[in-house]
């Protein structure tokens, strides 16, 4: 969930669903070739699935599509590359071996979304106001962004978010469901405010649970 009104703070409230045996460290600076970034790290495959940039306060996050394929690059390392290359990130990292993704670069000064579905990367400029982004890609009519928007529109999120529980219902904010012996469901989620100069997380391994909440700021 991104609100982009130019001239603004840039909230953006992201929702991470994963295997709960894939581990992950919270947010900090995990890349000592990018400093100046915050972001939670994959500890399997070393990348993020979003990552902030301190010091001009733009955020890449990427989320992935349901067309599935195996073996192929992490897209972990796509929030890294949009937040250091900007909307060139295209000339520096070749997505076309990745499996399919949605890539949001949202800075205070707009917001891009990329769809990649394995064979066309489509660009969209989005326009200001709220976007949810979710796996089927921006503003989608899926059963999850229609129930959500209203919600989202007039409450604010962290509550939107501590009054959910985790379930398998495909209008769920938050997942929860069994899957080969594993669990898949919402292991974080992060409420980014960001401006240039600082970044503040709002974060929970247990969303669900209000007190489970903290808060880190980088300036």
Do not use: K
């Not at 990427?62 to 796509?78: A, M, Y």
């Not at 499996?99 to 066309?120: C, Q, R």
Request: hydrophobic share 40%; aromatic share 8%; charged share 25%.
């Amino acid at each position: 969930m991104i609100r982009w009104r130019p001239g603004e703070q840039l909230p953006i409230l992201a929702v991470r669903d994963e295997l709960h045996s894939r581990s992950f460290d919270e947010p900090d600076r995990w890349w000592p070739d990018q400093p100046g970034v915050v972001g939670g790290r994959d500890r399997q495959a070393g990348g993020s699935w979003c990552v902030s940039e301190v010091a001009s306060g733009v955020t890449a996050l990427v989320l992935n599509r349901p067309e599935r394929r195996t073996g192929t690059p992490s897209r972990g390392t796509l929030p890294l590359a949009a937040v250091a290359h900007g909307e060139r990130w295209t000339r520096e990292l070749d997505h076309r071996a990745m499996a399919s993704f949605v890539l949001v670069l949202a800075a205070p000064s707009g917001v891009i979304a990329w769809e990649w579905d394995g064979a066309t990367l489509r660009r969209r400029d989005l326009p200001p106001g709220l976007h949810i982004v979710t796996p089927h890609g921006v503003d989608p009519g899926d059963p999850r962004a229609l129930r959500l928007a209203p919600l989202l529109a007039v409450r604010p999120w962290r509550d939107v978010v501590t009054a959910e529980w985790p379930d398998d219902d495909e209008a769920a904010l938050l997942v929860r469901r069994e899957l080969d012996g594993d669990v898949y469901g919402t292991v974080f989620a992060q409420l980014i405010t960001s401006e240039p100069g600082e970044v503040r997380i709002d974060h929970s391994r247990t969303p669900w649970h209000a007190a489970s909440w903290r808060t880190r700021t980088w300036r």
